[in-house]
């Protein structure tokens, strides 16, 4: 079984501050992970990933995340938010290496709404 | 996006009548996803396919079922559509070490 929480359903900052959105998951086997943005009424971006490789990714528009296994995490950060971030955030987990029919099933956390602030 | 065309894009339909939707991918993805987006719950997966004809549940299954008969297409009907199936809907397509790429969604609302 896999499954993902976001750990702030709302977050709000300032334009020029830093941004950090937070994501637990849980997976019985390596997972790929990835976030995903969305802006109103519009579709899903793929922001970054990580597939195993290295740990700290970086993604478009500034973007990074760092998987961390020993907390089970992969939060989002931005040194410095911008006014077009204004968005929904998705964290997903995907099965990478499993047996059975669960491989490659994708699991969405519940969305960070970022609201940016001038 | 990357070859995932949905449709059709916008429908209203009326309480208890079928509806078919169609997910079409041109990358010959291996699995193929549909999702129900609702305010406050985020994506939540309907069904799934991890192959021609293999199809699986999500945690929200009940009131749709799905068909694979070729890699490149995946369809969803609402057998019986009710109100609380009015929703955005979007199709998904990934490989085994790839993003999932997005189709851009499908309106749907049942009145």
Redesign the interface.
């Known amino acids: 079984a896999q499954s993902v929480t976001q750990l702030d ?1 709302h977050v709000s900052v300032s334009e020029g501050t830093p941004v950090l959105l937070r994501c637990n998951y849980s997976s019985s086997y390596s997972p ?1 992970l ?1 976030w995903y943005v969305q802006h109103p009424n519009k ?2 971006q ?1 922001l970054l ?1 990580y ?1 195993s490789a290295a740990t700290l990714v970086k993604g478009i528009n500034g973007f990074e995340a760092e998987f961390k296994k020993s907390e089970t995490s992969f939060h989002l950060t931005k040194p410095s938010a911008h006014m077009s971030d204004a968005a929904e955030y ?1 964290c ?1 987990v ?1 099965v ?1 290496n499993a047996g059975g ?1 669960s ?9 960070t709404i970022l609201t940016v602030h001038p | ?1 990357a070859g995932i065309t949905q449709s059709p894009r916008h429908k209203v339909t009326e309480t208890g009548t079928p509806v078919t939707l169609r997910c079409h991918q041109t990358e010959n993805h ?2 193929m ?1 549909w ?1 129900r987006q609702d305010p ?6 309907i069904h ?1 396919s ?1 192959g021609v004809k ?1 199809t ?1 549940k999500g945690e929200v299954s009940d009131g749709y079922s799905v068909s694979r008969s070729k890699t490149e297409d995946f369809l969803l009907t609402l057998e019986s559509a009710t109100s609380s199936q009015t929703s955005v809907y ?1 199709c ?1 397509a ?1 490989g ?2 790839t ?2 790429f ?4 499908t309106r749907l609302t049942v009145v």
């Open positions: 359903s790929s990835f579709g899903l793929l990933k597939t998705f997903v995907k990478a029919t491989y490659g099933k994708l699991t969405f956390g519940q969305g | 996006d291996r699995y996803y999702y406050g719950h985020g994506l939540r997966l799934y991890y293999d699986d979007f998904a990934t085994a070490n993003e999932a997005f189709g851009q969604g």
